[in-house]
């Protein structure tokens, strides 16, 4: 896990309500990225910023949003839109280059109840 | 468009024995290819990567992984097996743009039995 901090670890969230998943990196990378993982399913992209005040739509964007205002940070909302939000996040970080591997968070599990 | 495949969900075998788990890819261009671990309710772990070069990629923790490029496959290795490799496996291709992005397999859990 790095330099690379999720908090909370456990989450719990009743219907209706926004929640806010932590994620900050000490390793100086530029790039960083949110995924989910849910069971037999690997790990979808959510969103991912190559830089500050910069950043895109993953595969599964609709109901989540980010924001990168320090490079060492990246946060997700998890919005009321987001249909299935029970899942584990992960966060993770990289040079910003596709022959770099990645670096990952312990992750957060996040419940709607 | 890039995908990997990992056509085993689950993989059993004896501690000592030789594992392997399977993965398959389709990138345009010149693959990046990656193999990551993970331990229950843990982030994943990185063990190995191909970029160009030998074939043999060796890696953490006594793992190796073969690039075969006519069969389009990258599959991981371990000559003898612990208890301890018990783990979900991911193998995942990088994009060919400065985004670093990687499209991940959909996992492979090894269990290593005693």
């Known amino acids: 896990d790095g330099g690379i901090t999720q908090s909370p670890k456990y989450l719990f969230r009743k219907e209706g309500q926004n929640v806010t998943l932590s994620c900050e990196q000490n390793l100086n990378h530029d790039a960083m990225y949110w995924y989910r993982q849910d069971p037999g399913q690997g790990l979808r992209l959510i969103y991912y910023?190559?830089?500050?005040?910069?950043?895109q739509k993953g595969d599964i964007a609709e109901g989540y949003s980010v924001s990168r205002e320090k490079k060492e940070s990246f946060p997700l909302t998890v919005t009321s839109a987001q249909k299935n939000p029970t899942a584990f996040y992960l966060c993770?970080?990289?040079?910003?280059?596709?022959?770099?591997?990645?670096?990952f968070g312990p992750g957060t599990r996040l419940t709607v109840l | 468009a890039q995908s990997v495949a990992q056509p085993e969900d689950q993989v059993n075998v004896a501690e000592g024995n030789p594992l392997t788990v399977k993965c398959t890819y389709s990138?345009?261009?010149?693959?990046?290819l990656f193999w990551y671990v993970q331990y229950p309710n843990r982030g994943l772990q990185f063990l190995l990567k191909?970029?160009?070069?030998?074939?043999l990629v060796k890696g953490s923790y006594g793992f190796e992984a073969e690039f075969n490029k006519s069969q389009t496959s990258f599959h991981l290795k371990k000559p003898s097996a612990l208890v301890s490799d018990s783990a979900l496996y991911f193998c995942a291709v990088g994009f060919n743009t400065n985004a670093g992005k990687s499209t991940f397999g959909d996992g492979t859990t090894l269990t290593v039995k005693p």
């Open positions: 191909y970029i160009t070069g030998d074939n």
């Open positions: 990138v345009s261009g010149n693959p990046y």
């Open positions: 910023s190559q830089i500050v005040n910069d950043f």
């Open positions: 993770a970080t990289g040079p910003g280059y596709s022959y770099n591997e990645q670096f």
